[in-house]
């Protein structure tokens, strides 16, 4: 099964066990909570990126750069890479899905802005989304940042793992995210995008009490590992 490794805000390493290495919304070098700089991210095969917000993306393009990863993400976001020198590349966009050597791929929809970080010009803002991801048997949604909204249902059935924001502010907070574990109806729930400053400050204990038995509630900190 795979293993999940949580590096704070919404940044996670995946390693399949094939040992394939994913880095979703990579945010090392200026996040105050992160457990490593990009430097000790490691190899790493594929990194996903939800949206061009600078907690979600600020270490996307030199990650691959330096690694050699591909990238994965909009077309809109892909494409603003490939301006900055980075030649291992794949597009997608929501409602999308592809398979991939490490598993299948789907971009999910989310409701939040399309900003993305270094675009000085703005000819690349693009739609936020999500990722569903098939990996090893499993399925692990990562929401990314979004609002709670009712195609959240369309995910019933379709997944193991979800990971949502609770920080409220910028995205749902732990009422929504309960009421979107509700929709969706995951085995397991991992909260992320809390804590991270001081506005987006939230208990995740009062998460858990809020989903109830709906969900397993996985609370992470940045450097804990999980395998679903």
């Known amino acids: 099964m795979p293993k999940l490794t949580f590096h704070g805000q919404s940044a996670f390493t995946v390693e399949t066990e094939d040992g394939t290495r994913l880095v ?32 979600h993306f600020a270490d996307a393009i030199p990650l691959a750069r330096e690694t050699g990863a591909t990238l994965v993400s909009t077309f809109e976001i ?31 929809p989310a409701i939040h802005g399309g900003q993305v970080h270094g675009d000085e010009t703005g000819r690349f803002t693009t739609t936020p989304g999500g990722f569903l991801l098939h990996l090893d048997g499993r399925r692990i949604y990562h929401a990314g940042d979004t609002a709670l909204t009712l195609d959240l249902q369309l995910l ?5 793992v979800a ?17 979107a574990v509700g929709l969706v109806e995951p085995e397991v729930v991992i909260p992320v995008h809390y804590d991270t400053w001081p506005l987006i400050a939230q208990d995740p204990e009062r998460f858990r009490d809020l989903v109830g038995d709906r969900a397993r509630v996985q609370v992470m900190g940045p450097g804990d590992a999980f395998a679903p």
């Open 163 to 179: 990971i949502l924001p609770i920080g409220d502010n910028f995205t749902m907070g732990p009422e929504d995210a309960a009421a």
């Open 156 to 160: 019933r059935g379709k997944v193991d």
């Open 78 to 108: 892909v494409s603003f890479a490939e301006t900055q020198g980075i030649a291992n590349t794949h597009p997608m966009h929501i409602g999308g899905a592809f398979d991939f050597p490490f598993g299948r791929a789907k971009m999910t």
């Open 24 to 55: 979703i919304d990579p945010f090392f070098d200026d996040s105050p909570v992160s457990d490593i700089k990009r430097a000790e991210a490691g190899p790493v095969d594929y990194v996903l990126c939800t949206h061009g917000h600078f907690d």
